[in-house]
């Protein structure tokens, strides 16, 4: 675990679109920041480049102290749950699961131990052998954060994880977000269009608003106001 500090962070777009703006922003290691803020504002572009899916334009990024705007994002040990799952429809839910520490070399009885581990803690044991195809969207929602937390990453983010789920799935599961970080304890970023999202899961809240932080502050703080 680590934290996550954004020092003037900057995103130019080659069309010159400014999404991100001199951003500083500092996550303590194990903290759950939410981020929030209208459609356009920067969230995606902001977790992109924290992910390494985005290339930083100017400023700096340190995850543990280290600077990583150079880093390919496989060497940053950091997870991202997206909106749309992204499972791999041909893979069973614990071919899924362990997907990341294949791709890292990692003997088979460890997998399997940490697979199971992700699994019950996200209770997907059942599922294991099933497809995709054959899930609820929850389902499918818990088995992408299966397969983010396998890795035990640094820095774990989330874009709008629950936005295509129905009401009553995403109150669940705000609960199964809630467990997760308290028992890994990982530095969360975690962004929401969902005011009671962001005003019960988080440690803080920060606003953007057209690609610069607006208000940063305790949820209670922000929303009583
Ligand atoms: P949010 O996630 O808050 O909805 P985004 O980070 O997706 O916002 O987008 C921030 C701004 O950057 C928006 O104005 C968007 O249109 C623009 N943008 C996003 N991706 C690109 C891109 N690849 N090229 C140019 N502009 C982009
Ligand atoms: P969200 O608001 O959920 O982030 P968007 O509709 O803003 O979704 O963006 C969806 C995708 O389109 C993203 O990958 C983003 O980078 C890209 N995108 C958004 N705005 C632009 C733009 N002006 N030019 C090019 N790509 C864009």
Redesign the pocket.
């Known amino acids: 675990m680590a934290d996550v500090v954004l020092d003037k962070v900057t995103k130019r ?1 080659d ?1 010159g ?1 400014i ?1 991100v703006k001199e951003v500083d922003l500092q996550i303590a290691d194990g903290e759950f920041v939410i981020l929030v ?1 209208p ?7 902001l977790l992109n480049m924290i992910a390494g899916l985005e290339d930083i334009s100017s400023g700096e990024l340190r995850i543990g102290g280290q600077r990583v705007n150079d880093r390919e994002p496989r060497e940053r040990d950091i997870a991202m749950v997206f909106q749309s799952y992204a499972l791999y429809p041909n893979m069973t839910v614990r071919e899924n699961i362990a997907f990341p520490l294949k791709l890292a070399k990692i003997d088979k009885a460890t997998i399997d131990k940490r697979v199971n581990d992700s699994a019950k803690l996200l209770e997907l044991t059942e599922l294991l052998d099933r497809r995709p195809a054959n899930l609820s969207g929850g389902q499918r929602q818990r088995v992408a954060m299966g397969r983010a937390i396998v890795r035990s990453p640094q820095a774990f983010l989330m874009d709008e994880p629950l936005s295509n789920l129905d009401a009553k799935l995403r109150v669940q599961m705000r609960t199964v977000v809630a467990r997760l970080q308290k028992q890994l304890g990982t530095t969360m970023v975690y962004v929401t269009h969902d005011q009671t999202e962001a005003m019960t899961l988080g440690d803080r809240v920060v606003v953007l608003r057209g690609g610069a932080v607006q208000q940063v502050g305790k949820p209670q703080a922000l929303y009583d106001n």
């Open positions: 777009f069309d679109t999404a803020g459609s356009g504002c920067g969230k995606s572009t």
